[in-house]
């Protein structure tokens, strides 16, 4: 079940996501130093209540990135086998973590594991059965869903009424990875959002791609995604997603449409969340959110979920949902070439 209130959305309500809250200290490990393995640790770095202990990486230069009281190991699998943390974040290449999500689970450790969960739809759905039978929590970062301001779009569309549309524009010239595919490097996001905000899995789904070239950095495409969600209340509720790595520039643009208006989340701009209202006599209305960062409240999330014991399925459930769309985006690609 997709729908219903997060742990997230308890979290901020009682303000335990924006200003810490009193828990026992939390001994983190990561594995993974990439980029975005150095984003969490800087993030943690700046949380009183959570230690970073262990760091797993291959790369010979991360005694550098952590300092020496932090155990390093070369081999995520020692890691996993040494013990000693509440917890186990996985900032890996997606190709990898399915293998490290599930040694970790059968270790007994809680993950927080990045986006997308998986490359495989049958290897997300082994994890989701291997959580399930071992009582194991693991909770997936897609980042945008722990955005106080896509918080504060999901609580104005409650008293908005029912969605009508979507329409979302994410992307880039570059990152160019040749380790993701660049479908499920961006759509993961996006579809995330959609997906978290109508509360259940598109009924149709159709994909192309608009443009795909190599680059000297790697290959780059841009392509459009098409969602139609039908049941009850939803029925003929669209969405339209446009990503890719040979856009002119940074775009995060997050559209919901309702009879009264347009909600935006522009996590580019000033004002992170805006109300565009149907009427031309009605000013646009910017809504105030909280400036605490994302990835700042997916660690406050993970760590108040192993304090309270909480073993909810919501988050896993999204991230399965969320690559068998994407494994259905791919499939009529396969069906639509280049356009």
Known sequence: HLGGQSLCGVIEATGICGAGADMPDMRLGLIGAGRWGRVYMNTLDHMADVTLNALASSNPQSRDLVGENVDLHEDWRDFINAGG?????????????????????????????????????????ALCDLAERNSGLVMVDHIHLFSPAFRALKKEAAELGPVRHMESEAGNHG???????????????????????????????????LEMRETGEGPGAVFDLRLGFGDGDTDGVTAGI?????????????????????LVYDDLAVDKLSFVPASDEAEIRAVAVAPTPPL????????????????????????????????????????????
């Open 296 to 339: 700042t409240c997916a660690v406050r999330e993970f760590t108040q979920a192993i304090a309270t014991g909480s073993r909810s399925r919501e988050s896993l459930q999204l991230g399965l949902s969320v690559v068998e769309t994407l494994a259905r985006c791919e499939a009529s690609l396969e069906g639509n070439p280049l356009q």
């Open 175 to 209: 990152p160019f990875r040749k380790a993701t595919p660049i479908l499920w490097d961006w759509g993961a996001h996006d579809i995330s959002m959609c997906l978290d905000l109508m509360g259940e899995t598109p009924s149709q789904v159709s994909a192309r791609c």
């Open 85 to 125: 943390v509440d917890g186990v974040i996985v900032a890996t290449p997606p190709a990898a973590h399915g293998e490290i999500v599930r040694a970790a689970l059968e270790a007994g450790l809680p993950v927080l594991v990045e986006k997308p969960l998986t490359l495989d739809v049958d290897e997300a759905r």
């Open 242 to 262: 446009r990503i890719g790595n040979l856009m002119p520039g940074k775009r995060r643009r997050f559209c919901a449409a309702f009879d009264d208006g347009i």
